[in-house]
């Protein structure tokens, strides 16, 4: 069990900005909604996926606290909820065609396994966008940002109920929005999604979803981590959605997985150092907004405000992890050592 959580007037800033911070990490920055560049509509957006993006990370951050898992269990965890996404809320992952996106058939074409009824490139892609967006990235800012709620839960029981029924519920409103629009998925696609998904998340409560143990060796500086966060994001992002991409994504998505396992076993990392890996691979996202295709409906002015309004905001947030003063990062760990338990989120991996 993590260390007993703050009062509530403390805790309702973090989760608030976890709750909205998650889908504009995961949908906004790149820029390519029909809603892009129109305020009222991006907030209101924003109120119906909050609960499902944010409230999915509040969740598996919860977990992650409550069973002492580290960053692997984390992203374990997080890539079931990556495979969740398009295989029963949305059903990206079966859909043929889609008219409020011009290149939905291009995407899919180039890598489509007729036996299995799915694209292969979208679907790593939207798995692995899960992951570092929705997930990663919001909760390593907020580990950086937040130090005295490292190792606390951040939900009692009822914020826990709360949570998991709106995240539920709005999760069922996008799947009968997708199902009125698209057509069911049939029941044995979704019996192979729900495997997947119980088989990450099983495994994410094993011994491999546990902290690294590591290093004494002292990690690379904040600054050049959030280099390789933007060129490993905007590399990924640029990929052609063919075999040859495909190939390109899996041999990127193993190097980076072995290096951060490397350099977590072999370094001490600190929430700070994570957090600017995280902000890098938020600026690769934001840049990858500029190249993005105009949204039908949109105007070139508008999209190009959104995109630079948000590049703004992470590349402050970027400046802000790696040069303001890491001052109480040594306090980090105090409440988690006191109680005896350890402190998920505090491993790089």
């Not at 260390?3 to 889908?23: D, Q």
């Not at 630079?308 to 001052?327: D, H, P």
Request: charged share 10%; aromatic share 8%.
């Amino acid at each position: 069990m993590g260390s007993t959580k703050l009062p509530l007037r403390h805790r309702m800033l973090p989760v608030l900005a976890i709750a909205f911070g998650a889908p504009v990490c995961a949908e906004f920055l790149q820029a390519y909604l029909p809603s892009t560049g129109d305020a009222p509509e991006v907030l209101l957006s924003l109120l119906i996926l909050a609960p499902l993006y944010g409230g999915t990370a509040l969740l598996i951050r919860e977990v992650a606290v409550r069973r002492g898992l580290g960053w692997t269990g984390v992203l374990l965890l997080a890539a079931a909820f990556g495979v969740a996404m398009p295989g029963l809320v949305d059903l990206s992952l079966f859909v043929e065609h889609r008219d409020d996106i011009a290149y939905w058939d291009e995407l899919r074409q180039g890598t489509f396994v007729a036996e299995l009824g799915i694209a292969v490139f979208p679907t790593m892609s939207w798995v692995a966008g899960h992951v570092f967006m929705s997930v990663g990235a919001p909760l390593a800012v907020l580990e950086a940002f937040a130090s005295r709620h490292r190792g606390r839960p951040l939900l009692g029981p009822v914020g826990t109920v709360v949570t998991a029924g709106l995240c539920v519920l709005a999760a069922l409103l996008i799947r009968a929005d997708s199902v009125r629009l698209y057509g069911q998925s049939g029941l044995t696609r979704t019996l192979v999604v729900l495997a997947v998904i119980v088989a990450l998340g099983l495994l994410a409560l094993t011994r491999a979803g546990q902290p690294i143990e590591p290093g004494q060796v002292r990690p690379m500086p904040v600054w050049s981590l959030a280099l390789i966060g933007a060129v490993g994001m905007f590399s990924f992002d640029i990929l052609p959605a063919t075999w040859t991409g495909v190939t390109i994504m899996t041999v990127l998505l193993v190097v980076v997985a072995a290096l951060l396992w490397w350099w977590s076993s072999a370094t001490a990392w600190s929430p700070k150092q994570v957090a600017a890996l995280a902000a890098g691979a938020l600026i690769g996202r934001t840049l990858i907004g500029f190249l993005a295709p105009l949204p039908d409906g949109v105007s070139l002015l508008a999209k190009l405000s959104q995109n630079t309004l948000l590049l703004a905001a992470v590349l402050a947030l970027a400046w802000l992890l790696t040069y303001r003063r890491a001052s109480r990062d040594s306090q980090s760990a105090a409440p988690a050592a006191e109680s005896g338990s350890s402190a998920p989120l505090e491993t790089a991996t």
